[in-house]
């Protein structure tokens, strides 16, 4: 396993599906401006 690690900025239609694929070969952080999505990916929403 290489040492990148992937960062997503903006978590909407097209970030977060990239984030999930880019997550099952390196470690991902995802950055979204809006808290009330923030909140409802951390509930699972």
Do not use: H
Not at 15 to 22: I, N, S
Not at 30 to 38: A, H, L, Y
């Amino acid at each position: 396993m290489s040492s990148y690690r992937i960062a997503i900025i903006g978590l909407g239609y097209v970030g977060l599906p990239l984030a999930v694929e880019f997550s099952k070969l390196y470690p991902v952080i995802g950055f979204d401006v809006n808290d009330r999505r923030v909140q409802e990916l951390r509930a699972g929403n």
